[in-house]
């Protein structure tokens, strides 16, 4: 294959594009990029379109940032709303905010500091979520999973923005699960703690499992 | 053809693997999509896997994840074409397909000719059927052309080979998987072939 070469992008104000590879891009303003993009990096403050895929090494989000297709980063750093019409495939993400996921979310390490809606599976090897605001996925499974209620939520609940943070799931399986304000059909993991405000169907754990007084859980096995 | 399935719980027993493992090998897509079969039970939606290739591709992950990297193991089993090509000298001299297949159905190339993987693949499909004294040299012409024409067209989508006899008469088709084939009686169903299989075993002739 020729060596390909990469150029930057840089787009300033209301400004659309026909997407592409690229080395660096660079956004500040309203923008639009109208097919897949391929890319090293990707800055963004503000608010960016994708009408296709993205796959960058790194994305680095202030802001809004709607993916038509999938997203395919390394890295993601950011704060705002990530909205992907498919699935989501990382590495390393650490993020405030919201995530919005229409198919399958699987990420190597994901920090997050907020809320996610995901259609499909959330897979992590390492989960950290301090919710916001209401999550929800379809399955969840990992190595390590903690879920906890940001301690914020406390103040916000006096200004109630958009309903309890608390977690939605029908499956969550880890290694190491702990969970607070969740509720889950089926939790399975080898180390399990059900926290506070849990609701739980049913749990079936290896080695331990802690059950806080104020958790409902309605059968618990061992294996 | 109902295949058999196995349960997550009692894949993670049998093979003594952690929920973590089994995730992280599907995330660096070791272990395809579309082996992950939801199904409902009486505790809700299970997941359940093809018994088979599942036990089969968890024993080759556990083999070679000391050796190698998983996206290096993910390369290796990823279901895609390489672009990998090979002098028709060098088939012969590795033997990755037999001589009788080389001289019968390529007579007009010479050694230097190089192969692309495509075509590799063909000639490696025909070779396994003809080592299985399954089928005839003749029927080996046809299931060639049969490859060539039609296979390109999944575009690296999975699919299988069908290889049907009826009082002495055979013929050949390509399906795209999941599939279920009923046949009228009479008919022997001689081979069925997961080409995503082939693809492997070749690819771990190659490396």
């Known amino acids: ?40 990096k990707l800055a963004n403050t503000g608010e960016v379109v994708v009408n296709g895929g993205l796959r960058t090494r790194e994305l680095k989000v202030t802001g809004e940032c709607e993916v038509k297709g999938s997203l395919e ?48 599976l959330l897979s992590a090897d390492v989960l950290e979520l301090k919710m916001y605001g209401p999550c929800r996925a379809r399955e969840i499974g990992g190595t390590k999973l903690v879920i906890k209620r940001s301690k914020a939520t406390k103040l916000l609940n006096l200004v109630n923005l958009k309903g309890h943070a608390h977690l939605t799931a029908d499956q969550v399986e880890g290694d190491l699960v702990e969970l607070e304000h969740t509720i889950a059909a089926v939790v399975r993991g080898n180390n399990v703690t059900i926290g506070p405000g849990c609701q739980i169907g049913r749990v079936e754990y290896r080695d331990t499992l802690n059950i806080h007084k104020s958790a409902l859980v309605k059968e618990s096995h061992q294996l | 053809m109902e295949r ?27 272990i395809p999509e579309e082996w992950f079969i939801r199904k409902s039970t009486f505790t809700g939606q299970e997941t359940f896997f093809p018994k088979d290739l599942m036990l089969a591709r968890i024993d080759k992950i556990m083999n070679m994840k000391d050796d190698l990297s998983l996206d290096e193991l993910a390369d290796k089993l990823s279901p895609l074409l390489p672009d990998y090509e090979m002098r028709k000298i060098d088939i012969h ?66 699919c299988d080979l069908v290889f049907i006899r009826k009082m002495g008469v055979s013929s050949f088709a390509l399906l795209s998987v999941p599939a279920e084939m009923y046949y009228e009686s009479g008919v022997k169903l001689i081979a069925r072939l997961p080409m995503a299989e082939c693809i492997e075993q070749l690819k771990g002739k190659l490396v």
């Open chain 1, 1 to 40: 294959m020729a060596e390909e070469v990469r150029r930057d992008l840089k787009m300033i104000g209301e400004t659309s594009s026909a997407g592409g590879k690229f080395r660096h891009i660079k956004i500040t303003g309203e923008s639009v990029l109208t097919g897949d993009v391929d890319c090293i």
């Open chain 2, 4 to 30: 058999d399935l196995i349960s997550k719980k009692d894949l993670l027993d049998e093979k003594g693997i952690s929920y973590g493992q089994l995730y992280r090998w599907k995330r660096k897509q070791l």
């Open chain 1, 73 to 120: 980063a390394q890295i993601v750093r950011g704060r705002g709303e990530l909205k992907i019409s498919s699935s989501i495939r990382g590495e390393n993400i650490k993020f405030t905010g919201n995530i919005d996921a229409g198919g399958n979310c699987e990420v190597g390490v994901l920090e997050m500091d907020g809320a996610f809606n995901v259609a499909g």
């Open chain 2, 93 to 158: 001299k590795r033997n990755i397909v037999s001589q009788v297949v080389l001289e019968r159905f390529t007579p007009e190339d010479a050694d230097s000719v190089v192969y692309t993987f495509e075509r590799l693949l063909y000639l490696y499909v025909v070779d396994k059927l003809l080592q299985a004294g399954e089928m005839s040299l003749e029927e080996g012409e046809r299931l060639l052309h049969l490859m060539r024409e039609h296979f390109p067209k999944f575009e690296g989508k999975p």
